[in-house]
């Protein structure tokens, strides 16, 4: 194949190889082709790569070459085969093109200039990281002005673009810098000006040496899993569990751990940060210690030599400014070697260097586009650095891997994302296997996993891994040592205070009524500590701020505060809350037990009007607070995004405290009026939350139903009052919402969610619309949605890793509902199975209206078993089943169940395999039916001996208004015919 059709057909992998891989890649290849005279001066410079996309600089390099015609095309693909390393070519196609003959059989020379033209990519090579001599020289020589250096010196350019700028300068100043220049480079190959080795490769001994140094240092920290209890350590190996992991967007495809940093889900290719995001406990922190144990055992990433892993927590706990240089050496790994090689070296190959950032959502200061930074020697504050880091500011074409939750990812940090993608906690295999590997004797295990399926509540909130922990380190609690079953994550969280109590000190009974009561004052400071922490954004806490708070080695040895390792600041010891929930937890606690609390810290805590963190501190913890420590809150008016979630996640917790299921235990530590009159005011914060969403309804638009868009603080104050189990608030809550439709989507609704939306929903007056898409509501979360089903008009539940067993459930259910009448299931994981049960509810349900279960797993079985219930209907109005796989039989078996339907208005069969005899069957209802108005035939097999027929059966009938045909076998000449005999045919 010629070198132009090479081209050609490999355009979108040569763009994505040539700007994915960094700078330097690009820039060698134009070294080469400028070398070859494949470019002109003129078009070199017009390519020039400093502040471009790498993607359009590319796109236009192709163009360029292509136009120039085969001989240009051939340099282009050998000067790839040359320049780029094996694993970032791997792929293309590139051909035995090998340099031009004249570069082959060098002729004399005309001037310095075009020897240094000719010979460039080895004087980049000789004069990366030396210019400093190179422009002393020229200085002297009066070649260059001290403008012309500084230009050079710009610390955004690495080692080998400061060599190229000083070349590209030097042209600009004639024959006279040229030779100046061509000379030292001379003097620097006899070893007169310059002792360099040739290019350094990989496996240079500096190089691997830190190599090594790192690997073991990465797999000594990952290899055993800190447990939340941090009182000993498991193997990674042994308890690790894959979350279920999905691409953002539309498509929202399952993802594998190979797939996080590959091209699959790629939203914006000019970026090269990747987002994984999951609420808090779905396990972020666990998946990246797993992908660090496996690059350190050179099982995965191999493509990257160096990865160095951080922790935002800990880059929050720097309180000092420090470079990009010192932070990968002195806070990550310390080089024995030479550190300015090793540096320059990460400098010229940030395609082959990965940084993780775990938990971003941690980390306080607001980032924006005004904090540019630049230099990788020059210090700043951490998050100036991660900021331009994760924006490309900051040592381009590296690649970086964050994690954090996904309200904490505002607009300014996310247009800088390549992708973003999705952790969703556990399946339901998931939890089994967790628990099967948490307890080594199957008959506990298997005690467990029959306790969580007869409590569905609880299974639901097993869909995050660290509940999943907890149920499994509490499980003589679970079985019927302690407390009732768990309803609410309030009752997890008790679970484990009591368990981990019980075990800091067993020679106590703690079982008892005044488990809480003998412990009280350990709460009391850890809680203190805890709400001190959240209100500043503080998540290390040194010896003297537990000292200030009171916090004794008693309290430590509880196991709520771990060792903070790594980045901490040096000296005396660090602690850290277990997990982020469990500090939540305690500030809840504090803000409950303490008797001194102001009266407006609980109104405020449930609806804050924005106010200053230092405010809500000073509210929350004065009189208990030291003045010192409120005045670290931070700027005034600084509130952040994740400040925000830790704040509800809180105020969930106090919800749940003053509950009265829990009033007896409380009101061993705390005074009886004085939890009740806070127990009020929750109930009034949430009534009044609630309230406020409902009055910012929109009047609906004309002809349409009355829909309020719930934003995700309605989702949490439903999670509020589901905390508290009061029937009564619930009904309260939602006494005034007159809207004919709620819309949930894109709003993290897990089963956790669905336990609460259908602990309130279920008081609604009238009946309603629920629209749960894109979601992860999965089929645990379908059971803990049935209570509410009786108010159900329709439900839709786009892609929601929906399977047969959650839908068999749901219309077991639906049946028995009389308002229920329609279903929408697009992009689940739906088969054959779930069509009998829907048969059975077409039957059943003389007032069902609407069926839509596109992009699933239906076949020509699955439609036949559905045509059974298609029969015997005589309301179904609208069917879709796009995306699935029926074929002409399915289609056959369809038609014949609705050539008498009453009622049928509008169907879809789109890309489903239909070929001219499904479109025959389909000619006999449109024959037959005085109600159809709707077809949709998109992107199917159909030839036009099955257009015909569809045309002679439009000929007898009126109420039909479209038939959509695009995509099937039918030429452009033979599509224009047919739209011309009939305007309903739509091509």
Not at 40 to 65: C, I, M, N
Not at 248 to 258: D, I, V
Not at 564 to 570: A, C, F, K
Not at 871 to 900: C, M, V, Y
Request: hydrophobic fraction near 40%; charge should be negative.
């Amino acid at each position: 194949m010629c070198a132009q059709r090479l081209v050609l057909r490999q355009r979108q992998e040569l763009v994505r190889v040539l700007s994915w891989g960094g700078v330097e890649g690009l820039e060698s290849v134009l070294d080469i082709l400028l070398a070859w005279d494949a470019l002109q001066w003129e078009d070199y410079e017009s390519l020039r790569t400093l502040g471009r996309a790498l993607s359009l600089t590319t796109r236009e390099l192709l163009d360029l070459l292509y136009a120039k015609g085969e001989a240009a095309c051939a340099l282009l693909l050998a000067a790839c085969n040359q320049a780029l390393p094996d694993a970032q070519k791997a792929g293309l196609s590139l051909g035995s093109y090998g340099p031009p003959s004249v570069v082959m059989a060098p002729q004399p020379p005309l001037s310095s200039a075009q020897v240094l033209q000719r010979d460039r990519p080895q004087v980049v090579r000789k004069l990366r990281g030396h210019t400093e001599g190179v422009l002393e020289t020229l200085l002297e020589a009066g070649c260059f002005t001290l403008c012309d250096c500084d230009e050079v010196r710009l610390p955004i350019h690495t080692p080998s673009q400061q060599a190229r700028r000083l070349l590209d300068l030097v042209r600009s100043k004639g024959e006279p810098a040229a030779e100046v220049l061509l000379l030292y480079v001379q003097k620097a190959g006899n070893g007169a000006a310059l002792s360099l080795p040739e290019d350094r490769h990989p496996a240079d001994v500096v190089y691997q040496a830190f190599q090594h140094k790192l690997r073991s240092m990465v797999a000594a920290q990952s290899c055993f899993l800190s447990t939340y209890g941090g009182m000993e350590n498991i193997s990674l190996e042994d308890v690790y569990t894959e979350g279920v992991l999905e691409g953002s967007g539309e498509a929202q495809c399952p993802l594998g751990l190979e797939d996080l940093l590959g091209s699959v889900g790629t939203v914006n290719e000019e970026a090269d940060t990747v987002l994984v995001a999951g609420e808090a406990g779905s396990g972020k922190s666990t998946l990246l210690q797993r992908l660090h144990l496996l690059w350190a055992n050179r099982v995965a990433l191999q493509d990257y030599l160096l990865l160095f892993p951080f922790s935002c927590r800990q880059l929050g706990a720097l309180g000092w400014k420090l470079s990009l240089r010192e932070l990968l050496f002195q806070h990550c790994c310390w080089p024995d070697g030479d550190q300015d090689l090793l540096f320059r070296f990460i400098l010229d190959h940030p395609n082959r260097v990965l940084f993780t950032f775990d938990g971003l959502d941690e980390l306080n200061p607001r980032f924006s586009d005004d904090l540019r930074h630049c230099s990788p020697t020059q210090p700043a504050p951490p998050s100036t650095l991660l900021f331009n880091l994760l924006q490309g500011t900051l040592m381009k074409g590296v690649h970086k891997l964050v994690t954090s939750r996904p309200e904490a990812v505002g607009p300014v940090l996310r247009k800088y994302v390549r992708k973003e993608v999705s952790l969703r906690g556990f399946s339901q295999e998931g939890i089994g296997h967790f628990v099967r590997k948490h307890h080594s004797d199957p008959a506990i295990a298997a005690r467990v996993l029959d306790s969580l399926q007869a409590n569905t509540a609880l299974l639901g909130m097993c869909h995050i891994p660290v509940f999943c922990w907890i149920v499994s380190r509490c499980y003589e609690e679970l079985l019927g040592r302690g407390v009732g079953s768990p309803q609410t994550i309030t009752d997890v969280y008790l679970m484990i205070l009591q368990h981990f109590l019980q075990h800091s000190c067993p020679q106590q009974c703690l079982l008892g009524p005044d488990w809480l009561q003998v412990h009280v004052d350990t709460v009391l400071h850890l809680g203190q500590l805890a709400l001190c922490g959240l209100v500043s954004s503080c998540y290390v806490f040194s010896a003297l701020q537990l000292q200030q708070y009171s916090v004794t080695e008693e309290d430590i040895s509880t196991g709520f505060l771990v060792h903070s390792r790594n980045l901490t600041p040096p000296g005396s010891p660090h602690y850290e809350f277990l997990h982020v929930t469990a500090q939540c937890f305690f500030a809840a606690l504090f803000i409950v037990l303490n008797n001194n609390i102001e009266n407006s810290t609980i109104p405020k805590l449930f609806h804050p009007r924005n106010k200053p963190l230092s405010a809500l501190a000073s509210m929350c913890l004065a009189p208990c607070l030291h003045p010192s420590s409120v005045g670290d809150a931070g700027a005034e008016g600084d509130i952040q995004a994740a400040e925000t979630i830790n704040l509800q996640m809180t105020g969930a917790f106090v919800a749940g405290l003053l509950s009265r299921r829990h009033c007896d235990l409380l009101a061993r530590c705390s005074l009886g009026p004085i939890l009740d009159k806070k127990r009020k005011q929750v109930v009034k914060s949430l009534c009044k939350g609630t309230q406020r969403h409902f009055r910012s309804i929109p009047p609906p638009v004309e002809g349409e139903k009355k829909s309020m868009h719930a934003m995700p603080g309605f989702v949490w104050l439903v999670r509020c009052i589901y905390e508290m189990q009061d029937c009564g608030l619930a009904k309260e809550a939602v006494a005034r919402l007159d809207v004919e439709h709620l819309k949930l989507t894109y709003c993290g609704v897990g089963p956790v969610e669905c336990s609460a939306l259908a602990f309130v929903l279920q008081h609604l007056r009238a009946p309603i619309g629920l629209q749960l898409d894109y979601n992860s509501v999965g089929d645990v979360g379908i059971e803990q949605l049935l209570p509410c089903l009786e108010i159900c008009q329709s439900i839709y539940l786009r892609h929601n890793n929906i399977s047969d067993v959650g839908i068999c459930k749901l219309i077991d259910k639906g049946i028995q509902c009389e308002h229920f009448q329609k279903i929408a299931l697009f992009n689940n994981n739906l088969t054959d199975e779930c069509t009998k049960h829907f048969a059975k509810l077409l039957r059943m349900k003389k007032n069902f209206l609407s069926l839509r279960l596109g992009n699933n797993h239906i076949t020509a079985a699955g439609a036949e078993q559905l045509a059974e219930g298609l029969r015997e209907s005589r309301s179904l109005q609208f069917l879709g089943l796009w995306g699935n796989k029926i074929g002409d039989r399915g289609t056959e078996a369809l038609s014949r169940a609705l050539q008498d339907s009453p009622s049928l208005v509008w169907l879809s069969l789109v890309d489903n395999g239909v070929g001219s005899a499904g479109a025959r069957a389909l000619a006999a209802v449109i024959e037959r039916s005085n109600t159809l108005q709707e077809l949709w035939l998109t992107k199917n097999s159909i030839s036009r001996d099955g257009v015909q027929h569809l045309l002679e059966a439009l000929q007898k009938n009126t109420s039909v208004k479209s038939i959509w045909l695009r995509g099937n076998s039918l030429t452009a000449d033979e599509e224009e015919e047919l739209g011309q005999v009939e305007s309903r045919l739509t091509f």
